[in-house]
């Protein structure tokens, strides 16, 4: 209150420029509604959706509806001229009856505004967009723009039956996998499906072994490494010379970098498209490989590359913390410059009639019970691991403390 | 306001400039000049007239004074918004029209005198909002004061790895935390049937700036406002405006300050006079449910714990987890790693380690937990239309378990019953 004296001061001092307040404030006040005055279209334009009204209404079909599957990606890698857009193309031309999207992931890691075809049915045309992703703020919400743009672009169109996400030449397939591989609970009406490396037989050992500088490798291992299919193209230009042995090495040379890889050999990417799409080598839900994991033998590789596959059994239920440490410290405190890029394994859960099923990508991780142990079902813990600079001794070890059976034995 | 407090004094090195920050709070005995710093002795008799907070009309000289009107007039304009009392909703709305109040659009970045349209998922509906409340250029400010691009903090390796925070940078935590729970328990005072949210906006951001601090929420991305009011179905980012509380409302206040480049975020959800009993449920399971989340934070524990918790707490009680919005790392940057999902079965990376500091903010809905977001591309409500309740605390993880930075303090207004 004692400082409103001295304000006085001020008082008189621009009483003069205070008639000419209420003569600023009309100006200013027309002035910014005149500014969305202009701007209505793009408000109007959800007042003349009213009547068609494409995204409101889906979104409420989508609320109430009866559980939408989501609809599978499959993520398309591979060098400059290995054969990925001849790949994109075939699908898109054969005959299939599905509706497809293609998102063009021109520009890598970085999840800038993706250009989109869409291939509207069987025999219809290609229609090219443009898809911005809504960019910034990820202020706690949970699912990555990029993610909620590939939802956005669902909904604007009639519903697809699937999407192939094409990756630049240089890319590494992990930053993306992770982020397509939402948590199931969000039931994003999209969902990762499986990574598909296209090859080309006649460079790609020569890309493989591009000198690199000490400590990382090349995009071809990761490419090898994160994907659940290679599609060995070209296959055609190496057969004539010693054809046969070249195409045996780098099968060898695959198999060693990831041994759970299925191996698709192909002339000008014509393949099988069972083999592409639909593979479902993500999530629990649609996980069709469990049984083949149980079965098959995964040979760890001889000789000793940068990246490699691992694979151990071992008998006896384990504990579920005790997994979860051990899959801590090896995911989120590597040592030894180990870095763990893909799992998978089936696990005997201490306390559990139900098999469970471990997943892993980059830093992320979930273990789900999938189905009850049956009758002759041989109760395993068989483990799986992609990685850099993996020791294979060390893992195990960790692994055996996860086992309760010694535990057991004390009890009376 | 923010009087009381100064516990954590102990051990500090700083504290030499500082002195009288409390004591600017409390009574505003001493100003800056908006323009240059310095003690102010004179202010705008345009402020005075209009009941302006001093504060934004303060100046060292007339030279100061004359040199800053072509900026600072613009208050006054503002300030056009007085208090809006119509009685019925057309006739708020129509007020705060003819005060130049806008309908907010397209993430916070148009404005329209138009009410937008949308299949509203309950019977909230947007009211104009008013003009953007001036911060004293004394008082530094976030990279998206000035944009609305917070590009640094987007971009910044913190949103890949959790930062262990030094003694020093506690210590800032502890202090901004501090502010943080001041300026929400102002704004909890303030609230009860007939004010209008860009009121309760309006404390908060006086109580703010008055502290020093500047309101991080403004202009954080194009957000309009320097809080998040969030009234019944609204699940979260709801955007103060001319709506007037009414009685049997539950409105959540989420406040987040930046001082001395840290920031601190909480929020409580208030009953707005006499609420009914399934809402006094919801709002009392939600702060339970944030309690028990707090409860397991300490070393060793890992991040996707959190969700697991809630989610059983809430469900016990036939109630759902919002999937959308996460808890989030806090520091320099008002989002950062970790992410921290509040809904079971989630992937979240990582354990806790001492010296990190987060939030936790469950967000728990009386119906389904799917969302939808309002035309302004801000206000999230849930899209079953039934009410939602929130509660936030900042947390610092400490060698035996956790201290709540935003904790309440004795003089925290007694709202919440089962406290008592």
Redesign the interface.
Known sequence: MM??A??????????P??PE?PA??PV??PD??E???D??D??ED??K??PNAPS?DK??TL?DNEEQEAVGITMITGYLGSGKTTLVNYILKEQHGRRIAVILNEFGEELGIERAMINEGAQGSLVEEWVDLPN????????HSFVQAIEQLMERRERFDYILLETTGLANPGPVASIL?V????EASVRLDSIVTVVDAGNFLRQLHEPREAGSVTEAYLQIAYADVVILNKTDLVKDESGHSTLEKIEREIKSINGMVKIVHSERCRVDLDDVLDCKAYGIKHSVDLEALLSKPVDDNVHDSAVKTISFKLDGPVDLEKV?EWL?NL???PSDKMEIYRMKGVLDIHGSGEMHMLQAVR????I?PTRKWREGDKRINHVVLIGKNLNKDTIIEMFNHCLVSKVLSFDP | MGCAEQESGNGTTDGKKEQMDSGSAAGD?VLACVRCSKLA??????C?ELKLP?ANGA?CS?DC?KAA?GSH??V??ES?RAVIRADNPQDQIAEALSR?W?YC???GQ?????A????WTGDLRPYPIS?RRFVPENIPRPEWASNGN??AE?YSEL?NSVEIKTPEQIQRMREVCKIARDVLDAAARAVKPGVTTDELDEIVHEATIAAGAYPSPLN??FFPKSCCTSVNEVIC?GIPDARRLEDGDIVNVDVTVYYKGYHGDLNETYFVGKVDEASQLLVQNTYECLEKAIAIVKPGV?YREVGEVISRHASLAGLSVV??????GIGELF?CAP?I?H?????A???MKAGQTFTI?PMINAGVW?D?MW?DGWTSVT?DGKRTAQFEHTLLVTETGCEVLTARIPTSPPVFPWLS
């Open positions: 400082d409103e001295p304000s006085a001061v001020p008082l008189s001092f621009s009483s420029s205070s307040i600023l404030v200013a006040l910014e509604l500014f969305p005055e701007k209505f793009g408000e959800s007042a959706a009213g409101t979104s409420i609320l910034g703020c990820v202020c706690c919400s949970v699912k591989w948590d199931d609970q969000l979860n801590g995911l989120w405190e830093d992320l991780y979930e789900v | 005995a002795r004179l202010q705008c008799p345009k005075l001093r100046f007339q004074f009107w007039k613009v006054h304009a056009k130049g806008l659009l397209q993430k148009h404005r329209s005198g138009r937008p349209n949308f299949d003009a917070a590009s987007q949103q954080y991305h980012h890992r999937r959308s919005y996460s808890g989030h989002h992410n999902p809904y079971s079965r989630n992937k990376v990582g354990v903010e799917r939808r035309p899209a």
